[in-house]
Every structure is written in C-alpha cells, then in structure tokens.
C-alpha cells in the first residue's frame, strides 16, 4: 500500500501539533522535507514577495524568472539532496541609522540562499513556534504589534503594571559570528538527521 503524499501546509500542522503535544521530542528525518520541490517552491515565494535586492552573485529575481524557476530551483534541490550546496558570502550595504550620524551594515544573502534559509524556516518553525509562550509577538507568524499593545492594554485592565523593557539596540551588529551557532545548537535539541548540519 502506498501513502498520498501530504502537503506542506499539513505537514507543517502536524509537526506543530506533535511539538506541542511532546514538548522533549526529537524530531528525525526532515531534511528530506527541506529538500521537496514543493518546499522550495513555496520558500522561493516567499523570498520574491519581499523583493529585495541582489546578493552577491547579482541575480536577481527577473533573471531567476528568465532563465527558468524549475531550473533554478532543481539545481537548488540536487545539491541539497547530494548535500553539496554551499551557501554564498553576503553582500555587505550600509545604510543610514539614528538620523545619519552612524550607520548599519545589511548582510543580503543571495536569492538562492534565501530560498534555502526559507524552507529551513519553514521546516522548523512549526517546532520552534510551539515553544513559544503565548505572550511573545516578536516575529512570529500571524502575530503583529497591534496585537502586542491589545495585549498591554488587557493586561492594564486586569490590574497588571509591572512592565519590563528590553532594548536590543544594535544587537545583531554583535552577535554575527556567533548566531549562527546559537541556531545550530537549539535546532539540534529538537532537530536532528543532516538539519544541524545545513545550519552551522
């Protein structure tokens, strides 16, 4: 008897649902998800719909659109598969910040990079996301900073005014080196079968 392969979406939502239920589970076997089409197809919208600029190599996403996505994208999944894919340098640009007096450096990965860190995302962020508590808004999908302050304002009403505020300024012009590794090693708690390896 053969299965029906599942989609991503129903994949994402049971890997969701067992993070939640089992809380110490290891997850094994998913980079071969990372690796769909269907997975990179979605990650390659993704990475287009923020139209950003060029990395390092200077292909953008009309070229990308020119000489072919499945092209593309297929040259993309045999060297995962093959696990020879190795992730370009990043384009340093800086940009103005704290109105012109200093300045910050943006890292822009390739298109073909990001297509690869979006479908690790999307592989792992169901894991990662039942982990979270149900009060944390940063940069989480279906959650915004209007829902954050709805949140404050419940919790004045109920009574609740101690607030804590943390400033992360200038954080990530910190961490570079070490980020990556930070990543690795949560991912390897939850994670295991070649993903780790993608990420450090």
Not at 20 to 26: F, I, S
Not at 151 to 169: F, K, M
């Amino acid at each position: 008897m053969t299965k029906a392969p599942i989609s991503l979406q129903d994949l994402r939502r049971r890997i969701y649902v067992k993070a939640k239920a089992e809380p110490t589970w290891r997850f094994w076997g998913l980079y071969v998800h990372v690796c769909k089409m269907e997975t990179l197809h979605e990650a390659y919208q993704m990475a287009k719909s923020n139209n950003g600029a060029p990395g390092i190599d200077g292909i953008t996403f009309d070229a990308v659109e020119e000489s072919g996505v499945e092209g593309f994208l297929k040259q993309m999944q045999d060297e995962l598969v093959a696990n020879t894919y190795q992730p370009m340098p990043v384009r340093k640009k800086e940009i103005p910040k704290d109105g012109g007096n200093k300045v910050r450096v943006l890292s822009i990965p390739t298109i073909r990079d990001r297509v690869v860190q979006g479908a690790l995302k999307l592989i792992l962020e169901p894991i990662f996301e039942a982990d979270f508590q149900s009060g944390s808004y940063g940069y989480r999908p279906k959650r915004s900073a209007h829902e954050a302050v709805d949140r404050v304002a419940q919790a004045i009403v109920q009574g609740l005014t101690r607030i804590i505020d943390l400033d992360l300024r200038a954080y990530f012009d910190n961490v570079q080196a070490s980020w990556g590794l930070s990543i690795a090693a949560c991912a390897a708690l939850r994670a295991s079968g070649g993903l780790t390896t993608c990420l450090s």
